[in-house]
């Protein structure tokens, strides 16, 4: 019997993640070198480590081929359709918050709600010729709130890998959704959060697959989730 658990590879993320594990009396052997991406945790045979990227951890959880990961809850819900069928999120750990946001040019003075985008938007078309542009890598979410929950349908979205918050200024899109911790990255592009424009408060999480396994792992994996939950109640 054996588990495998995933850890982000680099970053906050990881250093955080290994302090958890940690202190829920599962130390991660590092290895010698931080390019390899396996590890074990000491004094246990039966639990693997491999590092991946973190959103690679989400699609990893969600194909049910690693058994509990550390990852953001944003990119659980971003990166698996249907995440809670496959995935059940077993603590948040208390770090890596980050706020998906929708924002808005500052210069937008009349724009503060949801309910005031949904007027620019349906007026778009007509005063510039075009749908309203959002620039996100959050498509799914972004899709899940303009749609669905704010019943606005007239938009494209631009999928923006990198440097999301220049987009409006580049002129590539009208408005944002993407993440925000201190908020200086808006501030630096002249860029504000709707104020009922917060789609999800994420944080680091340990989550784990839901699949069929042996008793034995799924005992370890109950065990493993327990520890975590106790380390950092
Ligand atoms: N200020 C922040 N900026 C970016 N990510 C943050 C921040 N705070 C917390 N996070 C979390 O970290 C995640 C991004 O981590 P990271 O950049 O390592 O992910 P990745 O997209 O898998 O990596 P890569 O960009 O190398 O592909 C975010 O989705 C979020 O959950
Ligand atoms: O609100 P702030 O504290 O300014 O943080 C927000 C910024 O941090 C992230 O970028 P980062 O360069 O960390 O990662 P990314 O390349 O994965 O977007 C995110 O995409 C924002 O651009």
């Known amino acids: 019997m054996s588990i495998t658990i ?24 590092e290895p010698a070198d931080q390019r390899r991406y396996r590890a074990r945790i000491g004094g ?12 690679e951890i989400a699609s990893e959880l969600g194909q049910g081929n690693v058994d509990c990961g550390v990852t953001g809850e944003d990119l659980v819900r971003e990166t698996l359709a249907d995440w809670d069928a496959k995935v059940e ?3 948040p750990l208390g770090f890596g918050h980050a706020d998906v ?11 503060a709600t949801m309910a005031d985008l949904d007027d620019v938007a349906a007026e778009f078309r007509q005063r510039h010729g075009r749908r ?28 923006s890998l990198g440097a999301t918050e220049g987009a409006p200024a580049a002129g590539s899109a009208d408005v944002i959704v993407d993440i925000t911790t201190t908020g200086s990255t808006l501030r630096a592009n002249h860029l504000r ?8 408060k994420s944080q680091a999480c340990l989550v784990a697959a839901k699949r069929e396994r042996p008793a034995a792992d799924a005992a370890l994996l ?3 989730c327990r520890r975590v939950r106790e380390a950092v109640a």
């Open 101 to 111: 946001v929708v924002a808005v040019p500052d210069i937008w003075l009349d724009v």
């Open 89 to 91: 999120i077993a603590a």
């Open 132 to 159: 309203l542009r959002i620039a996100t890598k959050y498509w799914r979410m972004t899709q899940q709130f303009f749609s669905q929950m704010h019943g606005i349908q007239v938009y494209r979205i631009v999928e």
């Open 44 to 55: 246990r045979d039966d639990i693997e480590v491999a590092f991946l990227s973190a959103s």
């Open 222 to 224: 109950a065990e493993v």
């Open 193 to 200: 959060i709707l104020d009922d424009g917060v789609i999800l």
């Open 6 to 29: 995933a850890l982000p590879s680099k970053g906050r993320l990881r250093e955080q993640a290994l302090e958890v594990f940690a202190k829920a009396g599962l130390p991660v052997e």
